[in-house]
């Protein structure tokens, strides 16, 4: 093993073992004084010891899935326990370390994931677990645990796109009316901000009061993807329905949303899913219904409007314009239609 990667063996072995055991900012701290005294030294395997023993498979997985949470730390918690989950799944497959895996061993387990328990699992659900595998892979190869990512030789499969699962006018007209009864201020307020800003579910739940500017509707927000600031729109009906339901309120929180009762937590990603199918309930609605869906239906708004996709881009928060291509860029029955109209 040659120098560098010497040092960054004990280095990372170094703040692994005290991880648990001081806080984020003492951890750096030591990240930046072990670079500062390593840099004066040189290092080198000493190979005369007596024979260590040879770590399990699980122990060497182990260890591996630990610095790869420790080196993540920053990651959204969402997409960290999605890689994990990933990975373990993987290792339930193929009983092998990590760093021994080829891509034969990567193509025989995403089969078998594909197969699923009780039913097959789609094409493009097949494809999430490979990206999911592949950036942990790419993590790897750049940490110079292995050469190459395996998982790059692996085709993704191809996908059938369908239609963008979006809400009609008069289906967001119904789920108004189901906002009634004693959580009916936060529900009318929930729905509105949901449609107006297109954000993202764990983005409302980290907005808190001071950050609205009530003369423009404008938040301020760092996406919950990408890590970037960006702003979201707050239009005149959800500024007067979150208007109402927050002076309605008699708690401290902060947040925009809270439980119902004391001491009334901010609410939290399951309890915005688990409100939104309460009221589509009330109302009738027999679609499905979840937060996400309110942001396609901003997108396809904007689209139907026929704003550009790379403004529809910042305003979804898109780290990529091919994201917003592959949803937003054909044209829809609506766009169709109304260029047909036009032409008559």
């Given at each position: ?203 409302i739940v980290e907005i808190t009061q001071d950050m609205v500017d009530w003369s423009t509707g404008d938040i301020m927000i760092i996406g919950e993807k990408g890590g970037r600031y960006r702003a979201i729109y707050l239009d005149v009906p959800a500024r007067y329905h ?18 119902t009762k004391a001491p009334y937590a901010t609410l939290q990603r399951d309890g915005i899913r688990a409100a939104l199918k309460v009221i589509a309930g009330r109302a009738g609605v027999t679609c499905r219904v979840y937060p996400h869906k309110m942001r396609k239906t ?47």
């Amino acid at each position: 093993m040659d120098n560098i990667n010497i040092k960054k063996q004990v280095k990372d072995n170094i703040l692994m073992f005290v991880a648990d055991a001081v806080d984020k900012p003492t951890l750096q701290m030591l990240d930046t004084a072990i670079d500062a005294e390593f840099v004066k030294v040189e290092m080198r395997e000493i190979t005369t010891l007596p024979a260590t023993v040879e770590r399990t498979i699980d122990e060497e997985n182990k260890r591996i899935l630990n610095l790869f949470v420790f080196k993540k730390a920053d990651l959204a918690e969402g997409t960290l326990q999605a890689y994990l989950g990933a990975i373990r799944r993987l290792l339930t497959t193929v009983d092998k370390v990590l760093t021994d895996m080829d891509s034969i061993d990567i193509n025989y387990y995403l089969r078998q994931y594909e197969r699923g328990h009780e039913k097959k699992n789609q094409a493009s659900t097949v494809n999430n677990e490979r990206r999911f595998l592949s950036a942990f892979y790419t993590w790897m190869r750049l940490e110079k645990m292995v050469a190459e990512n395996p998982v790059e030789s692996i085709p993704a499969k191809k996908v059938i796109r369908k239609p963008i699962d979006h809400f009609a006018a008069q289906d967001i007209e119904r789920l108004r009316e189901g906002c009634v009864g004693k959580t009916g201020l936060r529900d009318r307020a929930l729905i509105e901000v949901l449609r107006s800003t297109g954000a993202r579910v764990g983005e409302i739940v980290e907005i808190t009061q001071d950050m609205v500017d009530w003369s423009t509707g404008d938040i301020m927000i760092i996406g919950e993807k990408g890590g970037r600031y960006r702003a979201i729109y707050l239009d005149v009906p959800a500024r007067y329905h979150l208007r109402k339901y927050l002076d309605s309120r008699t708690d401290s929180n902060p947040s925009l949303f809270v439980s119902t009762k004391a001491p009334y937590a901010t609410l939290q990603r399951d309890g915005i899913r688990a409100a939104l199918k309460v009221i589509a309930g009330r109302a009738g609605v027999t679609c499905r219904v979840y937060p996400h869906k309110m942001r396609k239906t901003l997108g396809m708004d904007l689209k139907n409007k026929g704003v550009d996709i790379g403004t529809i881009q910042e305003i979804l928060g898109h780290a990529s314009p091919a994201v917003t291509a592959e949803y937003y860029a054909e044209s829809t029955p609506n766009t169709l239609r109304g260029v047909r109209e036009r032409a008559a």
